[in-house]
């Protein structure tokens, strides 16, 4: 069961991804974060909710649009920031970006640009795990487009097969880039995929943070006594564009906007206002992490940038 | 003949309307080239004049779509795919090369594969280690492809038009900085046929072989070399399979130097291609060793000023030349 501190912490892990994102799009509007990335507001629940499920020496594997699971599992937002700003003082050193942020001390093996291919790694890293006999469980998140790669069949198969522990959770944000999740998939629920598999699949609400933990802890327990992987399907929706080039010309304003109107973090603040929890308190903590945020910023400023002998060393272990 | 200045990616855009509507075998399928009109946007328009049977948006399935290609391509169509990344090649190679490449030899010539794979290639946008390859050399060296990479909207328009008339698997390497750079294209309809280089720039006191991006930096040091009285002569391969032999060696007879630049890492790549052939062939021609100015030997970076130093940028070109005239 979940203390009212657990469900204040996930709030405050929640509204630190979401503040974590909007000041870093604001970065890259005034053209002090290069390149491109992809922002996971409006998901958060699912990072936090999965997260809070898992030991802290656990693993997971991420994606493109990994911010929000990198902080759920512990990451130090002032050492993410840098790495987005290409400083030394970054996750990895201002080599990677926003798309390969590791946190391998804490468990995240990485954020990967090829879509799906996190999937076969979690896969291996269960195996790992199984043949190390380490009681960890390793926590596979992905999105609907990677669903559709030749990675996921046969990993999540494979997964199966050799009872690993490891839970795939999918997050359907409805869009594969521009491509709806409608058209993708020939059935309702991707989560009805697991039946193929021979494996437990579940649909619930992404949104719902506490959903998503009573779930997630499920899978997780079932990974780590050994009776095999589970899918969770997470229904959620960015907000924003995929990336920062995106134009949104394949959904209309009021569909955002409805999504919008089921914010996960309202949900979660009507949630603790019922259980007493006093407005006070949570302005506290969004005051501490906004706070947290700016001196993340700050930090990763006045860092310095890697160079071109310490990228050389970087090829090769 | 009438021109006009449009874009690289206009002109990619243009070579396959045309195409489209001389040729209903011609079709298109990829990630997002629908509404979205291509991550690049090269396809934009095309699904409102040819429709969604024509200018399919799949699934992000890079086996099924270059695999899709070859199978629609064995059955008699003309697909273009598109592979929203470069480096996303890598995920549908096993179609492309192992497939694609291989059906007219192994089936003993009696059926073709003629597709084009169309991708995005090189660094220079900060994306990173998953965005950002230039895997042309690795395509170059499977025989049964043919790997083309121009460096103006004038050689993209043409060499497209005939890479979809071609009957083999053609790969189409289109560097991202290149996308909105403008050049003169003719009105009229024109081929540009495939494996013939161009010499872009005459001079008399060293060759530049290049391609793609590399083509326009070469072109620039050229101007800032003139200042200092050295005359180079800029040939552009266009394409790297089929190679265009005859064009280097008439260049390298006339100048005795030779430095081949090209983006991607200088191991193994296409450069080591040039190089070797240029020295059993034209050994008695050179004054001096031939140089290869190619990538570092690293994944593309994050960071800005790191990603720009480990490719050759024109004040390496420049700095290279002169210690070649030395």
């Given at each position: 069961?979940?203390?009212?501190?657990?469900?204040?912490?996930?709030?405050?892990?929640?509204?630190?991804?979401?503040?974590?994102?909007?000041?870093?799009?604001?970065?890259?509007?005034?053209?002090?974060?290069?390149?491109?990335?992809?922002?996971?507001?409006?998901?958060?629940?699912?990072?936090?909710?999965?997260?809070?499920?898992?030991?802290?020496?656990?693993?997971?594997?991420?994606?493109?649009?990994?911010?929000?699971?990198?902080?759920?599992?512990?990451?130090?937002?002032?050492?993410?920031?840098?790495?987005?700003?290409?400083?030394?003082?970054?996750?990895?050193?201002?080599?990677?970006?926003?798309?390969?942020?590791?946190?391998?001390?804490?468990?995240?093996?990485?954020?990967?640009?090829i879509?799906?291919?996190?999937?076969?790694?979690?896969?291996?890293?269960?195996?790992?795990?199984?043949?190390?006999?380490?009681?960890?469980?390793?926590?596979?998140?992905?999105?609907?487009?990677?669903?559709?790669t030749g990675a996921?069949h046969e990993?999540?198969?494979?997964?199966?097969?050799?009872?690993?522990?490891?839970?795939?959770?999918?997050?359907?944000?409805?869009?594969?880039?521009?491509?709806?999740?409608?058209?993708?998939?020939?059935?309702?629920?991707?989560?009805?995929?697991?039946?193929?598999?021979?494996?437990?699949?579940?649909?619930?609400?992404?949104?719902?943070?506490?959903?998503?933990?009573?779930?997630?802890?499920?899978?997780?327990?079932?990974?780590?006594?050994?009776?095999?992987?589970?899918?969770?399907?997470?229904?959620?929706?960015?907000?924003?564009?995929?990336?920062?080039?995106?134009?949104?010309?394949?959904?209309?304003?009021?569909?955002?906007?409805?999504?919008?109107?089921?914010?996960?973090?309202?949900?979660?603040?009507?949630?603790?206002?019922?259980?007493?929890?006093?407005?006070?308190?949570?302005?506290?903590?969004?005051?501490?992490?906004?706070?947290?945020?700016?001196?993340?910023?700050?930090?990763?400023?006045?860092?310095?940038?890697?160079?071109?002998?310490?990228?050389?060393?970087?090829?090769?272990? | 003949?009438?021109?006009?200045?449009?874009?690289?990616?206009?002109?990619l855009?243009?070579a396959m309307?045309?195409e489209m509507?001389k040729d209903p075998k011609v079709f298109l399928l990829g990630e997002?080239i629908?509404?979205?009109?291509?991550?690049?946007?090269?396809?934009?328009?095309?699904?409102?004049?040819?429709?969604?049977?024509r200018?399919i948006?799949t699934?992000?399935s890079e086996i099924a779509i270059i695999g899709g290609a070859t199978g629609a391509a064995l059955v008699g169509m003309r697909p273009v795919a598109e592979i929203m990344f470069f480096d996303f090649m890598t995920i549908g190679s096993d179609q492309l090369v192992n497939q694609a490449a291989k059906i007219h030899f192994m089936f003993g010539g009696k059926a073709k594969v003629p597709m084009v794979v169309r991708a995005p290639a090189?660094?220079?946008?900060?994306?990173?280690?998953?965005?950002?390859g230039s895997l042309e050399s690795w395509f170059a060296h499977v025989p049964g492809l043919k790997v083309i990479a121009p460096s103006?909207?004038?050689d993209a328009k043409g060499l497209l038009k005939s890479a979809i008339k071609d009957d083999n698997p053609v790969v189409f390497v289109e560097h991202?900085?290149?996308?909105?750079?403008?050049?003169?294209?003719?009105?009229?309809?024109?081929y540009i046929p495939i494996g013939k280089a161009e010499?872009?720039?005459?001079?008399?006191?060293?060759?530049?072989i290049g391609y793609s991006?590399?083509?326009?930096?070469?072109?620039?040091?050229?101007?800032?070399?003139?200042?200092?009285?050295?005359?180079?002569?800029?040939v552009d391969t266009r394409s790297l399979r089929p190679l265009d032999t005859e064009t280097i060696a008439?260049?390298?007879?006339?100048?005795?130097?030779?430095?081949v630049?090209y983006e991607p890492p200088?191991f193994g790549g296409f450069g080591a291609e040039i190089s070797a052939w240029v020295g059993e062939e034209l050994?008695?021609?050179?004054?001096?060793?031939?140089?290869?100015?190619g990538?570092?030997?690293?994944?593309?970076?994050?960071?800005?000023?790191?990603?720009?130093?480990?490719?050759?940028?024109?004040?390496?070109?420049?700095?290279?030349?002169?210690?070649?005239?030395?």
């Open positions: 069961m979940l203390s009212l501190e657990d469900k204040l912490e996930m709030y405050r892990k929640m509204y630190l991804i979401r503040t974590f994102e909007e000041r870093a799009e604001e970065l890259y509007m005034e053209g002090k974060i290069w390149g491109t990335f992809h922002l996971y507001v409006g998901e958060e629940a699912v990072a936090v909710g999965a997260c809070y499920a898992l030991r802290a020496d656990d693993y997971i594997t991420s994606t493109h649009r990994g911010h929000g699971h990198c902080i759920a599992k512990g990451a130090d937002v002032k050492r993410m920031m840098a790495e987005l700003l290409a400083r030394d003082t970054g996750y990895c050193h201002g080599l990677g970006g926003s798309m390969h942020i590791a946190d391998v001390e804490k468990g995240n093996l990485g954020a990967t640009g879509v799906g291919s996190g999937i076969p790694i979690a896969t291996g890293a269960a195996l790992g795990c199984k043949l190390q006999k380490n009681d960890k469980v390793v926590l596979c998140f992905f999105g609907d487009g990677a669903a559709n996921f990993s999540v198969n494979m997964a199966a097969i050799f009872n690993l522990p490891v839970v795939f959770i999918c997050e359907n944000n409805m869009y594969a880039m521009s491509f709806p999740a409608q058209k993708a998939f020939a059935l309702p629920d991707i989560a009805e995929r697991a039946k193929g598999y021979g494996i437990p699949g579940v649909s619930i609400d992404g949104n719902n943070v506490l959903e998503v933990y009573e779930t997630a802890q499920i899978a997780i327990e079932r990974a780590r006594q050994g009776e095999g992987p589970t899918f969770i399907e997470a229904r959620t929706y960015r907000w924003k564009g995929h990336s920062k080039s995106d134009r949104q010309a394949y959904r209309t304003k009021e569909e955002v906007r409805e999504w919008m109107n089921k914010d996960s973090i309202k949900f979660l603040e009507k949630h603790l206002r019922e259980e007493t929890v006093r407005e006070e308190e949570l302005e506290n903590i969004k005051k501490q992490v906004e706070r947290e945020i700016e001196e993340a910023i700050n930090f990763a400023l006045e860092s310095p940038e890697p160079t071109l002998e310490e990228a050389r060393r970087m090829v090769y272990a | 003949m009438l021109s006009r200045e449009i874009t690289y990616a206009e002109a855009r243009e309307r045309e509507r997002d629908g509404i979205y009109g291509g991550a690049f946007g090269v396809t934009q328009g095309l699904i409102e004049e040819f429709g969604p049977e200018v948006d699934p992000i090189g660094s220079g946008t900060g994306a990173a280690g998953h965005h950002s103006t909207p004038y991202k900085l290149l996308y909105k750079t403008k050049g003169q294209v003719p009105e009229e309809e024109y010499v872009k720039k005459e001079g008399k006191d060293a060759t530049v991006i590399m083509v326009p930096r070469a072109l620039e040091a050229s101007k800032i070399l003139a200042q200092e009285g050295i005359d180079i002569e800029v008439h260049s390298v007879k006339k100048t005795n130097r030779v430095m630049v200088r050994f008695d021609y050179l004054d001096a060793p031939v140089v290869r100015l990538g570092e030997e690293m994944p593309p970076p994050y960071n800005p000023n790191l990603e720009r130093k480990i490719v050759p940028q024109i004040e390496d070109i420049v700095r290279e030349i002169k210690k070649l005239m030395e």
